[in-house]
Nanobody
């Protein structure tokens, strides 16, 4: 089993900053892409940012240079630094990790992605 646990959400005023963290743990043979998604009430979950093992990144159009995704491969942890937050950024933010695991028994390698439970970010105007 693999776990992804988010932290760092909270309430912040418009223009403020937050840093989210996502710690992956469990049966991890290799941690591949890490990503942040968000879900605004009444809307579909959308990609905020993604980072590969090698550090390549891509962002949702709405980010417009305000957010930065990073990772610490030694700690199996990813981060999302969010600056210049706006009320429309209010959402539940989810971590998604793509992980290669080794199946107990036959030792086969398998890729799956796992979701965290989410952390609430609320930006007041």
């Amino acid at each position: 089993q693999v776990y992804a646990v988010e932290s760092g959400g909270g309430l912040v005023q418009s223009g403020g900053s937050l840093r989210l963290s996502c710690a992956a743990s469990g049966n991890i043979h290799r941690l591949n892409d890490m990503a942040w998604y968000r879900q605004i009430p009444g809307k579909q979950r959308e990609l905020v940012a993604r980072i590969t093992t090698g550090g390549r990144t891509n962002y949702g159009d709405f980010v417009k240079g305000r957010f930065t995704i990073s990772r610490d491969n030694r700690k199996n942890t990813g981060y999302l630094q969010m600056n210049s937050l706006k009320p429309e950024d209010t959402a539940v933010y989810y971590c998604n990790v793509d992980v290669t695991t080794r199946t107990p028994g036959d030792g086969e390698l398998e890729d799956n992605d796992y979701w965290g439970r989410g952390t609430q970010v609320t930006v007041s105007s």
